[in-house]
T-cell receptor
Framework: EDKVVQSPLSLVVHEGDTVTLNCSYE??????LLWYKQEKKAPTFLFML????IEKKSGRLSSILDKKELFSILNITATQTGDSAVYLC?????????????FGKGTHLIIQP | EPEVTQTPSHQVTQMGQEVILRCVPI?????FYWYRQILGQKVEFLVS????????KSEIFDDQFSVERPDGSNFTLKIRSTKLEDSAMYFC?????????FGPGTRLTVT
């Protein structure tokens, strides 16, 4: 059974701090790892990672995948209150294009002003 | 920017009743999905749909559930006889090539 474990489960920091969120996984036939941000409702897509060691970056957010050690990190620098959300890590196995994602429980990030 | 839409946003139903949750995926997407998230728990995969048939389903997706794409735009999830434990947020997602895009969800409350 595919498994995704995120840590920490919750994190409270002050505005301006840098945070690192962790995601480890066990999955047969790994295809990709995705990060989503969930505020009130729908998860919104952040990154998709398929190759080890290649950093993906979008503004203050960045992410990298280690396929040997089976984990990924999501970094957020110079955090703002608008970054407060649940960050979800999900993995996809390569049974075919229509495979469902296996999600972790998420990291609940709170940014205090 | 195109987005996945879902209706209704909130549905309240009595135990044993049938419900149909509706989704309009992003046009030109080929793969469609339903997920659910019970309050306080993780997002769980239910079913995927491609080329007018189910591609994959999880253990949660038992005979009480069915999916349909009745026309070129809608994608529906039907729960035949709802149980209390079906209360959850139900998300639809669609995909063209790589990443899945999620709709805003339907909150289903079974009383």
């Amino acid at each position: 059974e595919d498994k995704v474990v995120q840590s920490p489960l919750s994190l409270v920091v002050h505005e301006g701090d840098t945070v690192t969120l962790n995601c480890s996984y066990e999955v047969t036939n790994f295809r990709s790892l995705l990060w989503y941000k969930q505020e009130k409702k729908a998860p919104t897509f952040l990154f998709m990672l398929t190759s080890s060691g290649i950093e993906k970056k979008s503004g203050r957010l960045s992410s990298i995948l280690d396929k040997k050690e089976l984990f990924s990190i999501l970094n957020i620098t110079a955090t703002q209150t608008g970054d407060s959300a649940v960050y979800l890590c999900a993995v996809e196995s390569s049974g075919g294009g229509a495979d469902g994602l296996t999600f972790g429980k998420g990291t609940h990030l709170i940014i205090q002003p | 920017e195109p987005e996945v839409t879902q209706t209704p946003s909130h549905q309240v139903t009595q135990m044993g009743q049938e419900v149909i949750l509706r989704c309009v995926p992003i046009s030109n997407h080929l793969y469609f999905y339903w997920y659910r998230q019970i309050l306080g728990q993780k997002v769980e995969f239910l079913v995927s749909f491609y080329n007018n048939e189910i591609s994959e389903k999880s253990e949660i997706f038992d005979d009480q559930f069915s999916v349909e794409r009745p026309d070129g735009s809608n994608f529906t999830l039907k729960i035949r006889s709802t149980k209390l434990e079906d209360s959850a947020m139900y998300f639809c997602a669609s995909r063209q090539f790589y990443e899945q895009y999620f709709g805003p969800g339907t909150r289903l409350t079974v009383t």
